[in-house]
């Protein structure tokens, strides 16, 4: 018999079956912000019985976005919207994490629907480890240091 119904437990968490839903990257957030499309994706998924749903890439400054519309968790005006999906879902019974991310040099692109080419407009510096190229972005990015990326 499967188990994939079956709780799981992970040191302190019990999750109640082990599906789990991937982190799955939107595009839907305006300045960061978690809204009611991430509500109605993640929620839906938690009252469909997954035991864990793990949110998109959720960018952890600003220059680490994808696109302008990635999700964001770099200013403390983010945790509100994340804060009431994270109590739904685990309303719901289920348990929730989060893909934290920093797209390097692959940033500053527009969603894919529009190309996802490099945003001319209104777009900001990739900052990567090495001062390297994109496949998609061709030119060259800045050289990630700690003192580019400490800002306090």
């Known amino acids: 018999m499967s188990q994939l119904f079956t709780p799981l437990t992970i040191r302190d968490i019990t999750f ?10 939107q595009y ?4 960061g912000m978690a809204g009611e499309w991430h509500l109605v994706h993640l929620g839906s998924r938690a009252i469909g019985g997954a035991g864990l749903i793990i949110t998109e890439a959720t960018a952890v400054s600003p220059e680490g976005r ?4 990635d999700l ?6 983010h945790i509100e919207g994340l804060r009431r999906i994270v109590k739904f879902v685990r309303a719901q019974g289920s348990e929730i994490g989060i893909q934290l991310a920093h797209a390097g040099r692959k940033g500053s692109t527009a969603e894919p629907w529009n190309g996802g080419k490099l945003v001319s407009a209104g777009g900001w510096q ?3 480890p090495a001062p390297l190229p994109s496949v998609k972005v061709m030119e060259y990015l800045q050289r990630w240091t700690p003192k580019v990326y400490v800002r306090w």
């Open 72 to 77: 964001g968790i770099w200013k403390d005006e």
């Open 28 to 31: 839907s957030s305006h300045d």
């Open 66 to 69: 994808i696109s302008p519309s």
């Open 126 to 128: 990739p900052v990567g």
């Open 16 to 25: 109640n079956n082990r599906i789990v839903v991937s982190p799955m990257c």
